[in-house]
């Protein structure tokens, strides 16, 4: 194996930081005084450049640590530094790799806060195998850079009109409104490169396409985005994982397999939120839709009238449900079909903005015409070390939660305006500009997720820990995400059994104070603890260790989480992908005789090529741990 000339030494690590710090507390200065960086040039420039970030050169910082450091994407949530680190080239290159490991784990640009589900093991058997190498991949996209982050809040920092070499890995079938895709593409090029295609037959009538649903962060690869149940906010469309209709993933004895809804559809439900644990995932199918005008409105609430909202859609949502009639259902749940909020916890104060596809009306994109396990293994690599984000010298000093709210509210503003926009502008996602700025800080992301029968007594709860006593409110330091996402059959989704409302919040104080957020991990113990909550945690956010503890799966997923213990024997018997957490344990009983699911034994008796035989078996919780 091929090993990095680069150490990882202490000292090496002391520079490295030292370094950065002085870095990011200048840039973060200029920026809070309001001088914003220099706009890219308006002549072409290239996606690829020298930076190791494999995210849009718009977006990227510099600490990023795939594909060279087995770390997040800022730096952090390192893995055991004698993991190997694959960097394939082509897909038959990974294979091999994936053939000869002990301990393997598909990787993207690690926009990941889990790092016992990201890290391929805790000892020199495992390699971390990154997605974004391939040859057709890393290969110059020109660019026409219009107008800058900073100052074009609206758009989408730097505004692209790609023209994309033909090998490169998207693959566009009108007539089907599907996309192949390459899982290493990141879920911003993507979304680019449908806004401005135009096929032969130009279906959309010249005004592109896009994913019927999105997520707010979109810098992540498209196969690690699917692999988490990354979401937007939809009632009628879902997560990213639901708009998929096939995978192509490498499995561990090194085979490619192609797995749809049509040809194993127990193993597809498996897939669509696989987490890593079956395979690594190549390509994917999703749906497309022609994309449409976009009317946004923004209206503005105190806390308590939202929950008043929020409890008058949860009771009329039941009452609904009751009658059986899915009418009844969309009619009740209308308010929040496409629907995304900001809870300004600091504030008291919630953006509630709602949007409105207009089918008549031209968005006004531009389109551009679209393109009509013996051998040696080479690639893999010891880890390099640069330093992750240092911590921020005002966030540190400066711990007022209000002013910090209204700083990222500020920065926010624009995306929330109200008006008539492309979908692809329309639907709330970071700007590039934005998450740049946003990453100059080092942060744990966290997200739960609420039954939307229980939305508005949750937030109830939620509001007499936020404003009473014990002041929760003064944890926090940006908006809470909030949206809504319909129920899903993908047995790991954190939808499976019903819609539910999904809240996205930050820790900002942990890494510049080096001190716990007391309060902001008290919130996450209401969301965990409630069982006016009884919140589920997003697969690849923080939080696992303090508030995951033991986590369950029987529990809290039922027979869907034997479901997916049967697919991973099926696919992964020899557990090569199990990564480091502690969870995969799929226990049964039949007939009163015990069985683990990870063997030949317990599936036989349990299950069958169409998943968990919940007639004859009972999913059944662990018994190894206890908190």
């Known amino acids: 194996m091929e090993r990095s000339s680069v150490s990882s030494s202490p000292a090496r690590r002391a520079r490295a930081t030292a370094g950065s710090v002085a870095v990011a507390v200048a840039v973060l200065a200029m920026v809070c005084a309001g001088v914003h960086a220099q706009a890219p040039p308006s002549s072409v420039t290239h996606v690829m450049s020298n930076e190791r970030c494999r995210m849009q050169s718009g977006s990227a910082h510099g600490y990023c640590g795939l594909p060279y450091e087995l770390s997040n994407f800022q730096g952090r949530h390192e893995c055991d530094d004698r993991n190997w680190i694959?960097?394939?080239?082509?897909?038959?290159?990974?294979?091999?790799?994936?053939?000869?490991?002990?301990?393997?784990?598909?990787l993207g640009v690690g926009h990941s806060w889990y790092k016992e589900l990201f890290c391929p093991a805790n000892n020199a058997s495992g390699i971390g195998i990154v997605t974004t190498e391939l040859d057709e991949l890393r290969v110059p996209i020109p660019v026409a850079a219009i107008a800058d982050g900073y100052s074009n809040p609206l758009g989408e920092g730097v505004a692209y009109a790609p023209e994309f070499p033909s090998t490169y890995p998207i693959w566009v079938d009108e007539k089907?409104?599907?996309?192949?895709?390459?899982?290493?593409?990141?879920?911003?090029t993507l979304l680019d490169y449908l806004s401005t295609y135009k096929g032969p037959s130009d279906l959309a009538n010249g005004?592109?396409?896009?994913l019927p649903a999105f997520s707010w962060f979109i810098d992540q690869t498209i196969g690690g985005a699917v692999a988490t149940n990354t979401h937007g906010s939809s009632l009628e469309h879902g997560s990213l994982s639901d708009q998929v209709l096939s995978f192509q993933v490498v499995v561990a004895n090194g085979s490619l397999v192609e797995?749809?809804?049509?040809?194993?559809?127990?193993?597809?439900?498996?897939?669509?939120?696989?987490?890593g644990r079956l395979g690594i995932v190549t390509e994917m199918t999703m749906r497309i839709i022609p994309q449409t005008a976009v009317r946004r409105t923004l209206e503005t609430l105190d806390f308590a009238s939202y929950v008043g909202?929020?409890?008058?859609?949860?009771?009329?949502?039941?009452?609904?449900?009751?009658?059986?009639?899915?009418?009844?259902?969309k009619r009740a749940l209308k308010p929040l079909w496409d629907t995304q909020i900001q809870y300004h916890a600091a504030l008291g104060q919630v953006w509630w903005a709602h949007y409105e596809r207009l089918e008549d009306t031209s968005p006004y994109v531009g389109a551009f015409d679209g393109p009509g396990a013996t051998a040696q293994v080479t690639n893999v690599f010891h880890q390099d070390y640069f330093g992750g984000t240092p911590p921020s010298a005002m966030m540190a000093t400066m711990q007022n939660a209000r002013f910090w709210n209204n700083w990222f509210q500020g920065v926010i503003r624009g995306n929330f305006a109200s008006g008539i926009f492309p979908q692809r502008r329309a639907y709330v996602s970071l700007s590039d500009g934005q998450n740049r700025m946003h990453s100059m800080n080092p942060y744990d992301q966290y997200e739960v997720s609420i039954p939307l029968a229980q939305a508005g007594d949750c937030l109830e709860e939620l509001g007499a820990w936020m404003y009473g006593p014990y002041a929760l409110w003064t944890g926090t330091r940006t908006p809470f995400l909030t949206r809504f996402v319909k129920g899903e059959d993908a047995y790991l989704s954190n939808n499976n059994g019903g819609p539910r409302m999904h809240i996205n919040l930050e820790d900002f104080v942990l890494y510049s104070t080096g001190q716990r957020n007391a309060a902001f991990q008290g919130i996450m113990?209401?969301?965990?603890?409630?069982?006016?909550?009884?919140?589920?945690?997003?697969?690849?956010?923080?939080?696992?260790?303090?508030?995951?503890?033991c986590f369950d799966g029987a529990t809290?997923?039922?027979?869907?989480?034997?479901?997916?213990?049967?697919?991973?024997?099926?696919?992964?018997?020899?557990?090569?992908?199990?990564?480091?957490?502690?969870?995969?344990?799929?226990?049964?009983?039949?007939g009163g005789v015990n069985y683990d699911l990870s063997n030949w034994s317990g599936w036989s008796a349990c299950c069958s090529k169409d998943g968990f035989r919940s007639s004859e078996c009972q999913c059944k919780p662990r018994t190894d741990c206890s908190v």
């Open 86 to 106: 694959g960097r394939p080239t082509s897909v038959a290159e990974m294979q091999q790799m994936v053939a000869m490991a002990d301990k393997a784990k598909g």
């Open 176 to 188: 089907r409104q599907t996309v192949r895709v390459a899982a290493g593409v990141s879920q911003r």
């Open 207 to 210: 005004k592109g396409w896009t």
């Open 259 to 275: 797995i749809s809804h049509e040809s194993h559809p127990h193993l597809m439900r498996a897939m669509k939120v696989n987490l």
């Open 309 to 329: 909202r929020m409890k008058a859609i949860q009771e009329d949502y039941k009452t609904a449900l009751k009658t059986g009639r899915h009418s009844n259902v």
């Open 525 to 549: 113990k209401v969301f965990r603890t409630s069982d006016k909550c009884n919140a589920r945690m997003h697969w690849g956010k923080a939080g696992w260790i303090e508030h995951g503890q």
């Open 556 to 590: 809290e997923y039922a027979d869907s989480w034997c479901d997916f213990g049967c697919a991973a024997y099926e696919l992964d018997p020899t557990r090569k992908f199990e990564a480091e957490v502690d969870f995969w344990k799929f226990r049964a009983s039949k």
